[in-house]
């Protein structure tokens, strides 16, 4: 039952943290319809910058999320 248990709370973590990533993509396209209609394209330049690392971050986390589902799959199965 432990297994079970444990699997449960990481399944909660990662649902937790798609809803985070979820918000985070949110932002990142309110901001880049704002980077459209600003008009200033050195602030859009630097903006784009700043929204391609913060992009580059939720995709490694979400590739950490990934390899942990699969373990718990893989758990589960054995």
């Known amino acids: 039952m432990a297994l079970a248990s444990e699997s449960e ?5 990662m649902e937790q943290s ?11 396209s ?3 319809k704002l980077l459209v209609s600003s008009g200033n394209e050195m602030e ?3 903006r784009m910058e700043m929204w391609e690392k913060r992009f580059d971050l939720m995709e490694k986390h979400m ?8 373990r718990i799959e ?3 199965n054995n």
């Not at 709370?9 to 973590?13: D, G, L, P, Y």
């Not at 798609?18 to 990142?28: R, Y």
Request: glycine letters at 4%; charged letters at 35%.
């Open 74 to 76: 893989s758990n589960r």
């Open 44 to 46: 859009s330049f630097q």
């Open 30 to 32: 309110d901001g880049c």
């Open 18 to 28: 798609i809803e985070e990533i979820h918000k985070e993509l949110k932002v990142f």
């Open 63 to 70: 590739f950490k999320l990934s390899e942990a589902v699969e």
């Open 9 to 13: 709370v990481k399944v909660a973590e």
